[in-house]
């Protein structure tokens, strides 16, 4: 789940140590790599970038840090994806807030 909002993005990454698709070969290639949050965040970051920068938008790009949190239960899920679903309606209010004000 990801909600584009015009300065910021929200999503729910799912990480699963084994998935029932990967086998044989691809298993056994993948088994000695690390992948990490930052890793994933990084390579998301820089394919984003390359699409936006080659589709005219040059001054496109990231805030350097990124917020995460493991949720670790229903209720934290449920919680999450309602404050995502509803984030883009109070957008219009937030927008004109000082902080989310850019000079770009």
Wanted: no cysteine.
């Amino acid at each position: 789940m990801f909600v584009l909002l015009p300065n910021h993005l929200h999503g729910i990454l799912v990480v699963e140590t084994r998935h029932p698709a990967i086998a044989g070969q691809v298993a056994s290639s993948l088994q000695n790599r690390s992948y990490t949050l930052s890793n994933i965040a990084g390579s998301m970051k820089s394919a984003v970038s390359k699409q936006a920068h080659e589709n005219g938008h040059d001054k496109f790009l990231w805030q350097v840090r990124f917020y995460d949190r493991i949720i670790r239960n229903e209720k934290e899920l449920y919680n999450i994806r309602k404050y995502i679903s509803q984030n883009p309606l109070t957008w219009e209010y937030k927008k004109n807030l000082p902080e989310n004000i850019s000079d770009l």
